[in-house]
């Protein structure tokens, strides 16, 4: 049986962060589209690549929809920009419509494009976050075994259901060798319009997932319909303002990540 091969730098980058989790509908582009912008305006220099190709969100949450990639003279892909970030999906390269009946090869095919014929920069950047599909799927296995990735943020909402499949993915993570620098919860509750009165949806249990597995809780971030209205319009809420008090400490930390691990590992 042969070996499988280590897993490979993307020398595009200095760092690699992962935004990951067990299962759809937690908000995963969005916050990974947000996280991005929000280090750029941090002085970083940030590239974004969706790798859900099901469902491609990237290029609408940054304002780039209906926009097609080029490729350059050695047939490199090279990826848009908008709010200082350099973005690479899928949704660049398929039809207008984004009708593509995807089959197994076909979508490991399209994986492997995104990860090694993409032409970042001719310079060194500083971090790439990678907004993965959701669950525990063939992408994700392939990238954690191809990629080196640097660390891993899981995100999930506060409720069990979605507790029980960020657990799951926490697990293949672990199993396949993947730092994972901490979770962040999203959805936390939602917060009026008009009073700005917090109203939990849910009772959180994500603390005592954090703790089960000795991991930091980084972040709880509110549903904030005004913020959804303008990331559906191409607006992700770190550009929408200069500071966004509960993505702030997250930020920071991972500017913190970034500037450590990349001092250690020279």
């Known amino acids: 049986m042969s070996k499988i091969p280590p897993a490979r730098a993307l020398n595009f980058f200095k760092k690699v962060l992962m935004v990951t989790s067990g299962k759809g509908g937690v908000g995963k582009s969005s916050i990974s589209a947000s996280l991005a912008v929000g280090l750029s305006r941090k002085g970083l220099q940030v590239g974004l690549l969706d790798l859900d190709l099901f469902g491609p969100s990237i290029p609408r949450l940054m304002g780039l929809e209906g926009e097609a990639a080029t490729t350059d003279a050695d047939g490199n ?75 891993a943020l899981v995100l999930t909402t506060p409720q069990r259901l979605s507790l029980n499949s960020a657990e799951k993915g926490l697990l293949l993570l672990q199993k396949m060798n993947v730092p994972i620098i901490g979770i962040l919860e999203n959805m936390s509750w939602l917060e009026c319009k008009t009073c700005h009165e917090r109203i939990n949806l849910f009772t959180s249990h994500t603390q005592e997932l954090a703790e089960k597995y000795r991991l930091p809780l980084l972040g709880q971030l509110p549903m904030v319909p005004e913020d959804a209205e303008s990331m559906d319009m191409g607006i992700p809420l770190t550009a929408k303002q200069k500071d966004v008090p509960h993505f702030e400490p997250i930020l920071q930390n991972l500017v913190k990540w970034i500037e450590t691990e990349t001092a250690a590992a020279h």
Do not use: H
């Open 77 to 151: 892909i090279v990826p848009l920009k908008n709010y200082g970030v350099k973005s690479m999906s899928i949704g660049f390269l398929t039809p207008k419509d984004g009708l593509v009946a995807w089959r197994g090869l076909m979508v490991m095919k399209a994986v492997q494009q995104l990860l090694w014929q993409v032409k970042w920069s001719e310079e060194l950047m500083d971090v790439l976050v990678l907004d993965m599909p959701p669950g525990t799927g063939d992408t994700l296995i392939t990238v954690c075994q191809q990629l080196r990735i640097d660390g």
